[in-house]
T-cell receptor, first 114, second 110 residues
Framework: EAQVTQNPRYLITVTGKKLTVTCSQN?????MSWYRQDPGLGLRQIYYSMNVEVTDKGDVPEGYKVSRKEKRNFPLILESPSPNQTSLYFC?????????????FGSGTRLTVV | DAKTTQPPSMDCAEGRAANLPCNHS???????VYWYRQIHSQGPQYIIHGLKNNETNEMASLIITEDRKSSTLILPHATLRDTAVYYC???????????FGSGTRLLVRP
């Protein structure tokens, strides 16, 4: 089944403890992206990647890092998480050779930083 | 990408058609209209998209006015599982970013 898989689904951590949220897609998509969703603010893009080793900032990149060493994986790294990064995170991918095709989103990761 | 305006909430009876409107009066000629939905806190799900012609797929129909300043997503026979937040998004073919607005919260009543 074509899908975007995020792990973990739920995570509670403490301020300052480095964490990584993984994202993997099995559709050979070149484009991948991370979003966060907060009440009243909607979904906002954090980082995106056009291809392997090509990443760029979205609208809210502060406090986050990403890497794209291989096409299928696009991990989101929080080097020193803070409570304001408590949010629901989504990874998405798309095939740019089919530009009108919709994005596929993962099931989400609910992160709580205490 | 053009801005969209949607009603914050709507409801319809199960089995009836749900018609969700979207205004995008500043849309430009090369921008597409996309619809996504988000059920509870799951990942957004692509529904349908169009440029100027009406479109239909297994999930829904999309009606775009001739001047392209508004559109309507139609769920022909709404079920309880269609209860979700529906997002209307306008973007260029070459743009990779999806800009989500507040959407319309659709409640399908039994």
């Amino acid at each position: 089944e074509a899908q975007v898989t995020q792990n973990p689904r739920y995570l509670i951590t403490v301020t300052g403890k480095k964490l990584t949220v993984t994202c993997s897609q099995n559709m050979n998509h070149e484009y991948m992206s991370w979003y966060r969703q907060d009440p009243g603010l909607g979904l906002r893009q954090i980082y995106y990647s056009m291809n392997v080793e090509v990443t760029d900032k979205g609208d809210v990149p502060e406090g986050y890092k990403v890497s794209r060493k291989e096409k299928r994986n696009f991990p989101l790294i929080l080097e020193s998480p803070s409570p304001n990064q408590t949010s629901l995170y989504f990874c998405a991918s798309r095939d740019p050779s089919r530009p009108n095709y919709g994005y596929t989103f993962g099931s989400g990761t609910r992160l709580t930083v205490v | 990408d053009a801005k969209t305006t949607q009603p914050p909430s709507m409801d319809c009876a199960e089995g009836r058609a749900a018609n969700l409107p979207c205004n995008h009066s500043t849309i430009s000629g090369n921008e597409y209209v996309y619809w996504y939905r988000q059920i509870h806190s799951q990942g957004p799900q692509y529904i349908i998209h169009g440029l100027k012609n009406n479109e239909t797929n297994e999930m829904a129909s999309l009606i775009i006015t001739e001047d392209r300043k508004s559109s309507t997503l139609i769920l022909p026979h709404a079920t309880l599982r269609d209860t979700a937040v529906y997002y209307c998004i306008v973007r260029m073919d070459s743009s990779y970013k999806l800009i989500f607005g507040s959407g319309t919260r659709l409640l399908v009543r039994p």
